[in-house]
């Protein structure tokens, strides 16, 4: 399969149309069509669906989509990274994985940190899931992981070292103007007739777990495709949701946090391969962990105000 044919696909996904995409790539509709309709047939698998707005990707289509784009922008790195070699001035980037909320705010502020510390590295960023990040980190394909304990759980893998930064309490947001807005630490118990929104399974069981343990249950009757759908939903004033509170400091305006009482936590924790480390990845883990701590809510280094121990390890 040919790199071009890919790039075309993803734009055309990008783009929702075939022939915004066409002028884009300097191509014909036709062009774009044909490859479209050559790259199904070598899959097998249709990859579009027309709609009354253009095309989009079928379900196929979306899955090959996110696997082409991290493989379109490998290659685009690969390019660089050979006319730095032959220029003298190759430095293996640095490749960073976070959980969303992660790469929200305590990941970029301690980029920052080490950048400030060491001077210019070449770094990139790749937000995922952590069962995903823990995959890509065994793969080869990332150097640093910073990734959670949220079910279902972290798998114990001695390919990989895993470093507790601490536990990250979760917190309830409301839209501005909630009647328990502003009004400190709740009981689940009081938002126990509210509807709920989640984006993912890891924060829908701990939303579970911590009602059942207070003898309520959380009607989560709606969905979201990430965390800036769960918000748009909480803005707008269809649901509360229930969100890391590393994100607090990152919130849009128009919906407001609140602490819980006994909030349910989870664990935030930095994996790194055993095999020869990037320079770079001891100062990152430093200034990880300054983040993590400067970030407020969170509990560094603690768990249950015990050091952590491997055997306690949950999560995502």
């Not at 774009?32 to 009354?52: D, K, W, Y």
């Not at 407001?256 to 009482?261: G, I, K, M, P, R």
Request: one cysteine or more; hydrophobic letters at 45%.
């Amino acid at each position: 399969m040919e790199l071009t044919v890919w790039r075309t696909f993803v734009t055309v996904c990008r783009l929702g149309s075939l022939s915004a995409a066409a002028a884009e790539l300097h191509h014909t509709q036709s062009a774009v069509s044909r490859q479209i309709a050559g790259l199904e047939r070598q899959l097998g698998v249709p990859l579009m669906e027309r709609h009354a707005r253009g095309v989009r990707p079928t379900h196929a289509g979306e899955v090959f989509r996110s696997h082409a784009l991290a493989t379109l922008n490998e290659a685009d790195r690969a390019v660089r990274a050979a006319r730095d070699a032959h220029d003298g001035a190759f430095h293996r980037p640095l490749a960073v994985g976070a959980t969303p909320s992660l790469a929200a705010g305590i990941v970029p502020e301690a980029i920052r940190g080490l950048l400030e510390r060491t001077g210019p590295v070449r770094w990139s960023l790749l937000p995922g899931l952590s069962a995903q990040l823990h995959s890509r980190v065994i793969a080869g394909d990332l150097d640093l992981a910073v990734v959670t304990d949220a079910p279902p759980g972290l798998p114990h893998d001695p390919q990989v070292e895993r470093r507790f930064l601490g536990l990250d309490d979760m917190i309830v947001v409301l839209p501005v103007g909630h009647a328990r807005a502003g009004r400190g630490p709740v009981h689940i118990q009081t938002l126990a007739d509210q509807t709920w929104v989640e984006d993912n399974d890891g924060s829908a069981a701990l939303l579970r777990q911590h009602a059942a343990r207070a003898g309520v249950s959380a009607r989560i009757d709606l969905a979201a495709a990430d965390l800036l759908g769960k918000l748009a939903l909480v803005a707008t004033g269809h649901a509360i949701a229930l969100i890391p509170g590393v994100l607090r400091c990152a919130l849009r305006t128009d919906v407001t946090a609140v602490d819980l009482v006994d909030p349910p936590t989870r664990g935030i924790y930095t994996i790194t391969p055993r095999r020869a480390p990037h320079p770079s990845t001891a100062p990152l883990l430093e200034q990880l962990a300054t983040a993590f701590t400067s970030a407020g809510p969170a509990r560094a280094g603690l768990r249950g105000g015990l050091p952590a121990q491997p055997s306690l390890i949950r999560g995502r």
